[in-house]
C-alpha cells in the first residue's frame, strides 16, 4: 500500500508541474477510430478500477450506448469532448472526484526518466515547503483557547513534521482547541494529525482499494508524531470548501466523539482518486478507494459531513468560541475564574456590536476618574486617556452591552451608578479577572 500511495502521490504532484500546456487545444480532432479507442479506454478503467462496480457497469453501458449513437464524432474540440464525456458520466452516477481531461502536456511518473522524476518531486517539495506546508496560523485567543488555521493536508509527511509538532507544540497549553478547517481543499493522510489527538492507537476507520484489491486500515497513532498529544476539547470549522483528506480528518473526529464540528456541510469529496492515461492526450481520474462505514463513520461522498452546530462558515469561529466559554463558566470554581471567562465573553460581543450604536448615552460616562483617568466624546466616540499607559496615547473605547466597554488589550471598563442614578464611579475588569474601582472626582 505505501508503494502505491508514493506512486499516486508522484503522479499527483508531477502533473502539477510539467502539465504546462494543458489548456492547449490539439492542431486537429480525433478521428472515428480514435474517438472509439478513447471511449473503450475510458470504460475499461471504469469497470476495471471505480470503487462502485455496478455504478462502473451502468456509466459503461450510457458510454457504449452514446459512442453507438454517433454522439462523440462530431465534437472536434479535445476540451470539449473531454468535459462532455464527464458529463454523460456524471450524468449516470455524481461522483465530485471523477473528471475527464485533456492534457497533452500532462508526462506520468513511468513515462520520465528517474532524474526528470527527482527533480520534479524535488521542486514540488520546495513549493510546499515555501507554502509553509500550508500551516497558515496559530494562536492563543482570550481565554486560552487555541486556534489553528491550515488549508491543506501535505504528503510531505516527515518534512513538515517539525513544522506542525512546534505549532501544536505552541497551543498544548491550552484549555480548548479551535481547528479551522474552512479553506481546506484536502490533500493526503489526514490520519496523521489525528495521531496528535489520541493517548492511545485508535482505529479511525477502513478503506476498501480497487487497486491494490485489499481493504486497509487506518489507524491514529501517537507513537508517529514525535510530538505533544493535546486531550483538550477540540471544535472544528468547516465550510463547504472543506473537502476530501480535510472532510476525512472531520469525519473520524467527529464519529468518535473528539471533536464537535462547528459550521456549514462540507463539499461532499470522499473517494481517493488516481489519474489514468487514456492516450492522445486524454486521461480520466478515477476514485479507486472509499471509506468503509463502520459503528461511527460514514461514507460522506455527495453528502458532506454534517457538523454538530450548523451555522454559516462566516460566524463558525466566534460560535465555537461562545460555546467554549458558556462550557468553562459552568465548570469555573472560583470568581476569579468566572470574571476571567466573562472578560472573553465581553472581547468577543465586542467584535460583533455595531460601533457607538448608543452613542446618545455616552455623555453619561464623560469625566474624570480616579488617577486622573479621563473620558471624553468626539466625533461621537468615547475616548479615554490613561495616565497609567503614559497619558499621551487616545484610546478608543468599543461597547460590550450596557455600560461595560473595551479599553485596551487587558482592561474592561464597567461604569456604576450610585444610588441617585448617576454614573459617580466605574470598575476597571483586568483580563486575569481582577478588579479595581475608581471614583468619578
Known sequence: MKKLFTLL??????????????????????????????????????????IFPEKASLMSKYLGDQLKKGAY???????KLAARLGSDLKSVHYDSHLHVNFEPGLVAPKMMKPEERANAMKAQLAAERDDNFNLKKVEVLPGNIGYFLFNGFTGYINEAKPMLNGALTFLSGTKALIIDLRSNGGGYTANR???????????????????????????????????????????????????????????????????????????????????????????????????????TFKDWEGVGVIPDIPVPASKALHKAQEIIYKDMLTKATSDQEKMRIQWAINALIAEQNEPNANANLYSNYVGTYTGGIKFYIENNQLLCKNPERGGTEVFKLAPVIGDIFILDENVQIEFVRNEKNVYSSLKMLWKNGGVTRKNKE
Open 9 to 50: 502521490l508522484a503522479y499527483l504532484i508531477i502533473s502539477s508541474i510539467v502539465n504546462v500546456h494543458a489548456q492547449e487545444k490539439s492542431s486537429k480532432g480525433l478521428d472515428k477510430a480514435q474517438v472509439m479507442n478513447l471511449v473503450d479506454s475510458l470504460r475499461n478503467v471504469l469497470t476495471s478500477y471505480y
Open 73 to 79: 464524432n462530431h465534437i472536434t474540440d479535445p476540451l
Open 193 to 295: 494529525l489525528e495521531s496528535y489527538f489520541f493517548k492511545e492507537k485508535t482505529h479511525l476507520f477502513d478503506n476498501i482499494n480497487t487497486i491494490s484489491k485489499d481493504t486497509v486500515s487506518v489507524f491514529a497513532d501517537p507513537s508517529t508524531t514525535n510530538g505533544p498529544i493535546l486531550l483538550m476539547p477540540i471544535y472544528i470549522l468547516t465550510s463547504k470548501n472543506t473537502f476530501s483528506a480535510a472532510e476525512a480528518f472531520s469525519s473520524a473526529m467527529q464519529s468518535l466523539k473528539r471533536a464537535v464540528i462547528v459550521g456549514e456541510n462540507t463539499g461532499g469529496g470522499s473517494h481517493m482518486a488516481g489519474v489514468f492515461d487514456l492516450k492522445n492526450g486524454f486521461n480520466a481520474k478515477i476514485p479507486f478507494a472509499r471509506p468503509i462505514s463502520t459503528a
